[in-house]
Every structure is written in structure tokens, then in C-alpha cells.
């Protein structure tokens, strides 16, 4: 059984316009509606090519799409899926909310929950996978190597800030900001990853926002300097936060977070990757 979604004042979130429910034995699906039921039927069951793999989530991709599927059993993880729902569907939920106000994040295809008893035994996302794009990191140590100014360096570093505030501009913030969940191909659009973290419910406060910056200075200021991350971090305050205030706490801040990820990475075995070290002469 399909609904088909043509109704432009629709306020069903989960569906909107130009997607479709599909009701079949133990599956609820939201489905654009130029792919047919065989076309994701396909998709589903394809290996592909496994990206990462937990015991909670496998993350494949399957062509020009990446798909996430959780993993739960009739048990305590049946429980959680049901009685949290709505933070499965996030990143569903996250990806029309942000392209609908104008930012960019992967396109959203299908979402599908799986049933049984009335209880959510696990959901699928799946999305496009950002062909030809790198993280932020990636492009920034490929500017350094071609031997960027501070004036390319400077401009990356507006558009990136912009593209930041373009999430808040849309009433969400976003939970994890590191540099590798922002994905660009020439510096100047950039898609946003990881919508597990978007949060709708509430728009960004302190707290949030000093996480954020914490995390971004972090990604870029082994191979930058305050002069041009200063004035990334300052576009991206509030005009009532002193910057002369914020900055030296977000350096603490980093500085904290950082000794804490390398002992753990010292126990674990794992060589610290740090974005000068890959640079010439380094």
C-alpha cells in the first residue's frame, strides 16, 4: 500500500511533498516518489561497501547512496528504538528541515522503520553519498600543501563560518561541528554530515555554542595560526559574548579536550594525526 504526498501544505514532517508512505509487512517507509519499491528494494539488500560497522550501526555504500542501518533485537534496543523514535528519525527529520531552509546537507531518499507488534525493531537512512567532496580538515591540508595564502585561507575559513551560521539561521544547531562533519569539493559550498546531531528542538545556546567552537578550533589550529582563526570564531559570536573573553577559554578548552583524546589514544595504541604533520618538511 503507497500514499503519495502531493499536498504542499502537508504538516507531516516525516513526508513531505514529492515523497510517499509505503505500508508493507513489517516496514514503514518514506520514499521519494520518483524511486519505485523495486529500485529500493535493490538498494537494501546490495552489500555494497561497508564504511564503518558497530555493534549498534552498519553504514554502507550502495553506488551514488549511503545507507545506515542500526542493528536492534528484540530486546532492550526494540525497547529504545520505540520509546525514542523521534532521535531515530532525526537525521530524517534534520535533512528535510536544514534543505528546506537553504542548507546543505546530503539529499535524503528513503527512511524505513521496521515493525513488529507494534514495537521499532530498527530503522534505515538512506542518503547521498558526497562523491568527489573531503571533510574540511582534508581540504584545508590540501590548500597548505598547494601553498595558500592567507587570503585563500581567509576566505575559506568566511565561507565555512557562513555556512555554520546558516544552520542556526535555520532554528537548529548542530551537536558535533568537528571539521570532518563538514564536507566540501571546492571550498566555497559545504554540506553538512552527521545529522544524528542536529538538534530542532531548540535553538543554540551557550553552552552548545562553546562546544562548537571548541570542536572547530580544534579541527584547524594545529595548522593555523590566531590571526586567521580569531576572526573565524568571531564571525561566528554573537555581538554580546566579548571576544577578548571567549577566545582564551576556548583555548583552554581545546587544549583540555585535546590531552584528554591523545591519553586515550596512548592506551589504546593510536598515533595522535595532526594536520601539520602533514605538511612539507613537517
Given at each position: 500500500m ?58 554502507r ?39 528546506a ?23 534505515v ?84 555554542r ?41 583555548r ?18 593510536i ?12
Amino acid at each position: 500500500m503507497s500514499t503519495i504526498n502531493t499536498d504542499t501544505t502537508s504538516k507531516d514532517p516525516m513526508c513531505p511533498l514529492n515523497f510517499r508512505i509505503l505500508r508493507q509487512w513489517g516496514k514503514r517507509i518514506y520514499l521519494r516518489n520518483d524511486v519505485t519499491d523495486k529500485q529500493l528494494e535493490t538498494l537494501l539488500t546490495s552489500p555494497g561497501e561497508v564504511l564503518k560497522s558497530s555493534r549498534k550501526a552498519e553504514v554502507r555504500r550502495v553506488g551514488h547512496w549511503v545507507v545506515k542501518e542500526s542493528r536492534a533485537s528484540m530486546g532492550v534496543r526494540t525497547v529504545r528504538h520505540t520509546l525514542l523514535r523521534n532521535r531515530y528519525r532525526r537525521p530524517w527529520l534534520s535533512a528535510h528541515h536544514l534543505r528546506a531552509n537553504g542548507v546543505h546537507v546530503p539529499e535524503p531518499l528513503a527512511f524505513v522503520e521496521k515493525r513488529r507488534l507494534g514495537l521499532i525493531s530498527g530503522t534505515v537512512c538512506v542518503f547521498q553519498y558526497l562523491a568527489g567532496q573531503v571533510n574540511s580538515e582534508e581540504f584545508l591540508l590540501s590548500l597548505l600543501k598547494q601553498g595558500a595564502g592567507a587570503d585563500v585561507i581567509g576566505g575559506f575559513l568566511d565561507r565555512l563560518a557562513d555556512a555554520i551560521n546558516s544552520i542556526e539561521a535555520a532554528g537548529a544547531h548542530h551537536t558535533d561541528l568537528s571539521g570532518k562533519n563538514v564536507f566540501t569539493r571546492e571550498g566555497d559550498r559545504f554540506f553538512f554530515i552527521d545529522l544524528d546531531a542536529v538538534s530542532l528542538d531548540s535553538a543554540i545556546d551557550e553552552k552548545e555554542r562553546f562546544k562548537n567552537h571548541v570542536q572547530l578550533y580544534d579541527s584547524f589550529c594545529d595548522a593555523l595560526n590566531d590571526s586567521l582563526m580569531v576572526p573565524f570564531i568571531e564571525k561566528m559570536l554573537p555581538a554580546e559574548i566579548d571576544l577578548r573573553v571567549w577566545m582564551p577559554r576556548v583555548r583552554k578548552a581545546q587544549q583540555e579536550r585535546r590531552a584528554a583524546v591523545e591519553a586515550k589514544w596512548e592506551k589504546q595504541g593510536i598515533r595522535p594525526r595532526r594536520i601539520r604533520d602533514e605538511l612539507p618538511g613537517a
